[in-house]
C-alpha cells in the first residue's frame, strides 16, 4: 500500500537546496527547485553516494562521491541509463513535504 508521508518541513529546504531526509530507517533525497519538490533515493546507483547531499543544478544533481549526475524528476543516470535510482511521487501538506511510498 502507498501512502504519503511527511519527510521535512517545507521551510527546512530552500529552492536551490537538497538534502537527505529519513523515514522509518530508510535515507530519501529530498530537493527544492524552484518550490516544487522532488525525492527519489539517497543511495547512488554506483557505489551508494548520499544523492541528497549532492551538487544540484538545476534539476540535475551531481553525486558527491564520483560526480555521477542525476535527473531528479526520473532518476536516469546521464552516465549509466541502465542504472537509475528511483523517484517519488511528492506533495505538500501544510507546513510539511510529504513523499509518496510503500508501506508493509
Ligand atoms: S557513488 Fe555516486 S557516482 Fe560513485
Redesign the pocket.
Known sequence: MSEFVSVAEVASLLPGQGRTVNYRGKEYALYNVDGIFHAMDDA?S????PLGAGCLDGEKVY?P????AFDIKTGICEARPDLPVRTYETRVEGDHVQIKIELS
Open positions: 547512488c554506483h557505489k551508494g553516494g553525486c562521491l564520483h560526480g555521477w
